[in-house]
């Protein structure tokens, strides 16, 4: 025992010393025969191991050619090597045979060319028998330490001493699926007995696991939700804002089906299937952002310039948002395709070659296609909305009107929808770096960005906005009297309840003047024409009917200015009763009632 562990020791230290030596595998195989010297009965079996090596001496009687399946030992980290059924022709009935695996934990002994899978290498020998060619072949797995296997560029090696000792592929293959992405191992076949080896392109990249796909499917379901409710829901036509921001979410709803496809696909699909997959990617992700933009841009010409017709932009909206991102890439295909000559997986394709995703294969066509378009868009949709906020007298006016939602300010939605955005960019940057980088935190923080962006949309655009979609708007001014110029909240903040945006209507104002308020019954005293009577203290007697006469003009431009500014309006402002009236003294009326006036929504 003594003897047997000290050669053990010299051994593991010559590995450790000694490179390019493949032949000390024969002392080494020698060594292990010799085990077994002592055994009558054919049956020993004697495992001793090292650092650098473990060796396994088994003694056999061979009644067939399936005495040896099985026989094969499992090595470090389960690495494994199996006998076929058929080793050829049988020598004897009551033979025994001596088999010795060694598994060497380092390949110092058998370096050439390439580095050899986890610097695994297996030996088999059956002493005495030159089982060089076998009919069916042996089968054996190594795996790799932590790292991945790529779905290309495997090869199962055997040693071969003469002339030159070097690593060779003759009579091996690589078995099992060759494309799956998520093993960490490869499986050979070999008609050849000796030294054993594999290769592989392995990584540390971390691919999309079954957490990453399942976000994205709860995001869809809710994408889903959110466009089913604003389209059944909605009472009322929608406004622009609201018809861009589900342009958005199908979008999004989009790119997130086209990802889950990718992640399943990938491994498998051939090179058309991957230029699909890497095309949709590229066109919707450059939709949601472009979307994100037109939307911010009809905020800031809506709230800045004051325009409440940007429906008349939504068929450029649409053309502009859906049109551009395809515009880009048929530029990015042309130039890559016949300027560059291009092969198709090279534009759209495997980007590591790992199965993991289909998108842009090359490093500057994807900076120049993809990042910097999106960076642009970034750039004008922070742009806009600092400007919006910017403006400080601007701010004080749109922040209490309704153009997203009714019923609901301009001042609540802008920031949810800013917020919005905000995890939408956030979430796709750490999708973007963990398709280049493949680290682990990476795709950690697309997961919980993901889900964020669906409890967000649910709670925001789901509960929050029920309410809202299923109100029909509707414009009650408030009957109560109120200083002139100080008119109420439901008639002074709110585009939306007086009509749709942009669109001009009958505004019906029904008031009660007082004899203390004689500013606002100056204001509604009829003319010559009128039929009516006035009376100082108990009003009109008769509602004004018919169009406003052209010496009420000045009255009018007057009324109009304080509806716009919310000024006072200045009794010199109006001539004196007597002189206006002096053919005719009103008669008394118990109230003034109804008043039609055609005025649009901006001067309100």
């Known amino acids: 025992t003594f003897v047997r562990d000290r050669l053990m020791s010299i051994f593991s230290k010559l590995l450790s010393n000694v490179n390019q030596q493949p032949k000390l595998g024969d002392t080494v195989k020698k060594f292990a025969y010799s085990l077994l010297r002592c055994d009558t009965s054919c049956s020993r079996n004697v495992t001793l191991s090292t650092t650098n090596l473990a060796v396994q001496a088994r003694a056999r009687r061979e009644y067939s050619g399936e005495a040896f399946v099985g026989q094969a030992p499992a090595g470090q980290r389960s690495d494994t090597l199996a006998f076929p059924r058929s080793l050829g022709e049988t020598t004897g009935l009551n033979t025994c045979y001596n088999i010795s695996f060694i598994e060497y934990y380092t390949s110092a002994w058998?370096?050439?060319?390439?580095?050899?899978?986890?610097?695994?290498?297996?030996?088999?020998?059956?002493?005495?028998?030159?089982?060089?060619?076998?009919?069916?072949?042996?089968?054996?797995?190594?795996?790799?330490?932590?790292?991945?296997?790529?779905?290309?560029?495997?090869?199962?090696?055997?040693?071969?001493?003469?002339?030159?000792?070097?690593?060779?592929?003759?009579?091996?293959?690589?078995?099992?699926?060759?494309?799956?992405?998520?093993?960490?191992?490869?499986?050979?076949?070999?008609?050849?007995?000796?030294?054993?080896?594999?290769?592989?392109?392995?990584?540390?990249?971390?691919?999309?696991?079954?957490?990453?796909?399942?976000?994205?499917?709860?995001?869809?379901?809710?994408?889903?939700?959110?466009?089913?409710?604003?389209?059944?829901?909605?009472?009322?036509?929608?406004?622009?804002?609201?018809?861009?921001?589900?342009?958005?979410?199908?979008?999004?709803?989009?790119?997130?089906?086209?990802?889950?496809?990718?992640?399943?696909?990938?491994?498998?699909?051939?090179?058309?299937?991957?230029?699909?997959?890497?095309?949709?990617?590229?066109?919707?992700?450059?939709?949601?952002?472009?979307?994100?933009?037109?939307?911010?841009?009809?905020?800031?010409?809506?709230?800045?310039?004051?325009?409440?017709?940007?429906d008349r932009f939504y068929f450029r909206y649409i053309v502009g948002g859906w049109g551009a991102p395809a515009a880009a890439i048929i530029l990015?295909?042309?130039?890559?395709?016949?300027?560059?000559?291009?092969?198709?997986?090279?534009?759209?394709?495997?980007?590591?070659?790992?199965?993991?995703?289909?998108?842009?294969?090359?490093?500057?066509?994807?900076?120049?296609?993809?990042?910097?378009?999106?960076?642009?868009c970034a750039g004008t949709l922070t742009f806009h909305f600092i400007m919006i906020y910017k403006g400080g007298s601007a701010k004080a006016k749109w922040s209490t009107f309704d153009d997203f939602y009714l019923d609901s300010d301009n001042g609540v939605e802008v920031p949810r929808l800013i917020i919005f955005f905000a995890i939408i960019s956030f979430t796709w940057l750490f999708g973007g770096l963990h398709l280049a980088l493949g680290e682990s935190w990476t795709e950690i923080l697309f997961i919980v960005l993901n889900f964020a962006v669906t409890v967000y949309a649910l709670i925001m655009y789901s509960f929050v906005r029920w309410h809202s979609l299923r109100t029909k708007g509707s414009f009650t001014p408030d009957q109560g009297n109120y200083p002139l110029g100080q008119l109420p909240t439901s008639l002074s903040t709110s585009r939306t309840s007086i009509g749709s945006s942009g669109s001009k209507k009958q505004l019906v104002l029904q008031r009660q003047p007082s004899a203390n308020d004689p500013d606002l019954a100056r204001m509604y005293r009829p003319s010559a024409s009128s039929q009516g009577s006035y009376d100082e203290h108990a009003g009109y007697n008769q509602p004004r009917a018919g169009p406003l006469p052209e010496d009420d003009g000045t009255e009018f431009d007057d009324l109009m200015y304080m509806l716009k500014t919310g000024g006072s309006l200045p009794t010199s402002g109006f001539p004196d009763d007597e002189e206006r009236h002096s053919d005719k003294q009103p008669l008394a009326s118990e109230h003034y009632q109804m008043r039609r006036i055609s005025i649009a929504d901006t001067h309100l």
């Open 110 to 310: 058998f370096q050439e060319g390439k580095p050899v899978l986890n610097n695994k290498v297996l030996s088999i020998d059956v002493e005495g028998q030159p089982l060089q060619s076998l009919s069916t072949g042996l089968t054996y797995r190594i795996y790799t330490t932590e790292k991945r296997v790529a779905s290309k560029g495997g090869e199962c090696l055997y040693w071969g001493y003469s002339p030159t000792g070097k690593w060779l592929q003759a009579g091996c293959e690589r078995i099992g699926d060759s494309t799956s992405v998520d093993d960490q191992h490869v499986d050979c076949r070999c008609t050849r007995v000796g030294d054993l080896a594999a290769r592989g392109i392995t990584d540390e990249r971390i691919g999309w696991r079954t957490t990453a796909r399942v976000s994205c499917f709860v995001c869809i379901v809710m994408m889903f939700a959110v466009l089913l409710l604003h389209h059944i829901g909605h009472r009322e036509e929608m406004m622009v804002a609201t018809k861009l921001f589900l342009h958005l979410i199908f979008a999004l709803m989009a790119m997130e089906i086209i990802l889950v496809a990718a992640m399943y696909q990938a491994n498998s699909t051939n090179t058309t299937g991957c230029f699909a997959l890497g095309l949709l990617i590229h066109f919707f992700a450059l939709a949601q952002f472009l979307w994100m933009s037109i939307m911010a841009y009809n905020f800031y010409r809506t709230f800045i310039f004051e325009d409440d017709e940007t």
């Open 332 to 376: 990015y295909a042309l130039i890559a395709g016949s300027g560059l000559d291009w092969k198709s997986s090279r534009i759209y394709g495997d980007v590591h070659g790992t199965g993991d995703m289909c998108f842009i294969t090359d490093v500057y066509a994807a900076l120049l296609s993809g990042i910097i378009p999106v960076v642009l």
